[in-house]
């Protein structure tokens, strides 16, 4: 059973050996990860970007699932590459998993961010745009993906030290994975 490893991961500066942890943590629960830094491209061709995304997407359509890594990047949200992946696995009906090393709701992580006010019953920014606020990590439309075609947002009770490094939502993420598609461990 392979699992496409999504996740801004492959912009951290170690994200190769990140990538090597998370296929061994696959590995030991008898799943294939299929990290995207594992494509060879050649990013220096005209046409690296295209390369990527037709071998990111050739993966996710060999995997059985995908495991998102959506903790807040760059901002109050996820990864915006992670988040097309998810929503393209949840689009092919494989199993969808996520986890956020971030639990706090993104309203809040809004309001870390930027000017929020109440008006009329909602949150607006600075910008006078309302703040999505149904209590939930991120946008309802990745909470829900997962919820209806893999298992809830995995989230540690507080956020961590390191929220690049520590993979134990990660971890949880595949042994559920495991289980629910019947792997057997090596």
Known sequence: ???????????????????????????????????????????????????????????????????????????AGADPGTVYELGYAAGRRKLCLGYSNDPAVYADRVRRLTDVISRNGHLVDADGLTVEDFGLSDNLMMIHALESYGCALVTPRQRLADIWHDLTAFEACVRLAAERLGATRP
């Not at 990538?19 to 060879?40: E, W």
């Not at 990111?56 to 699932?65: G, L, Q």
Request: charged share 20%; with cysteine.
């Open 1 to 75: 059973m392979q699992v496409y490893l999504a996740g801004p991961d492959v912009f951290l500066p170690d994200a190769v050996a990140i990538g090597r942890q998370k296929t061994d943590i696959c590995a030991r629960h008898g799943l294939t990860g299929l990290y995207p830094l594992d494509n060879a491209v050649d990013r220096s061709a005209a046409d690296a970007s295209l390369a990527i995304f037709k071998a990111n997407e050739a993966m996710m359509d060999a995997a059985d699932a995908i495991i998102a890594n959506l903790t807040p990047f760059r901002g």
